[in-house]
C-alpha cells in the first residue's frame, strides 16, 4: 500500500545522483594551483596556512578598521611594515593578480568581490 520497494529504489537513485561528482573523480579535486609567489619577499602578516584559509577575514578585518574605525595604523611584522590595504599592501608584493588570486579562486570556484570596489592591477588593464 506505501510503495515501499519504490521508494527504495528512489532513495538509492537519489544518493547515487547527489554523489555522483564525488565517485565519479574518485576525490580528486584536480592539480593544486601553482600560483606565484613574490620573488624577493619570504615573509608575509600572517604565516602561509592561515594566509591560505584565512586571508579573507583579515581583509575585512583591514577594511572594517580603516573604513569604518579610521584606524589607518600600520602594521609592523618583524622589520617590515605593511599597509593595512589590498591595493598598498598586499598587491606590492603580490604583483600579478592573474598569477596569484586568480589561480586559487578559479581553483576553489570563488568569486570574490574585492574587486568590485578596488581597481585592478595595471597588467589587466
Known amino acids: 500500500m506505501y510503495d515501499g520497494g519504490k521508494i527504495i529504489v528512489g532513495l538509492i537513485i537519489f544518493a547515487g545522483l547527489m554523489t555522483f561528482p564525488i565517485w565519479y573523480n574518485h576525490g580528486d579535486a584536480g592539480a593544486i594551483p601553482n600560483v606565484e609567489k613574490p620573488k624577493d619577499v619570504k615573509e608575509c602578516v600572517k604565516d602561509t596556512q592561515y594566509m591560505r584559509t ?53 581553483y576553489a570556484s570563488v568569486k570574490p568581490y574585492c574587486w568590485d570596489c578596488h581597481f585592478l592591477p595595471k597588467e589587466t588593464l
Open 54 to 106: 584565512t586571508h579573507m577575514v583579515l581583509l575585512n578585518e583591514w577594511r572594517d578598521n580603516v573604513l569604518r574605525e579610521g584606524n589607518r595604523e600600520k602594521l609592523k611584522v618583524g622589520n617590515k611594515t605593511y599597509d593595512r590595504s589590498l591595493m598598498n599592501g598586499c598587491m606590492v608584493c603580490h604583483t600579478s593578480k592573474e598569477k596569484f588570486c586568480d589561480q586559487c579562486h578559479l
